[in-house]
């Protein structure tokens, strides 16, 4: 299974199996990360981090600190999709994956405040790190894009 992001009318496919999904709280400015896996057509989630805490930011129940990150596993059934807000007020999501992040919008490329879905997909490119490496300073990854059917 891959990875698919849709950004509009674009679709990009990625390669991987295991990724993280970061972004920055809008008010409190704390990082949170989620891992996420694909497996049978869904993406579980499967560790959570939040990187200190804030006003409405109380980490769960059976959160643990260490380092100064609080560690939890959510308790939240397989998705077939997730959807993502895309708003030109408040900072990317950052998707990780082999080791590197990156914006989101940069490797999937988006429409400024157009929502953006990911969901488990067929095909993508075998080594998604090849087409990153490759970019310009604030280009697009395409990777097996398609335009999506209106």
Known sequence: MSLCIAAG????????????????????KV????????EA??????????????AGMEPPEGAVLERGVWRYRPALAPVERLRLANSAYTADYELCFDG?????????????????ELH????????????LRSLPPGGHAFLGTTRRKA
């Open 41 to 54: 057509g869904r993406l579980h989630l499967v560790e959570a981090r939040i990187h200190g805490s804030g």
């Open 9 to 28: 009318a674009l679709v990009a496919t990625l390669a991987v199996d295991f990724f993280t999904l970061a972004w920055t709280h809008s008010i409190e």
């Open 120 to 131: 488990a997909c067929e095909g993508g490119d075998k080594d998604p790190q090849r087409s």
């Open 100 to 116: 590197r992040c990156r914006p989101l919008a940069e490797v999937a490329g988006s429409a400024e405040n157009a929502p953006m």
């Open 31 to 38: 990082r949170w990360e989620e891992d996420w896996r694909i």
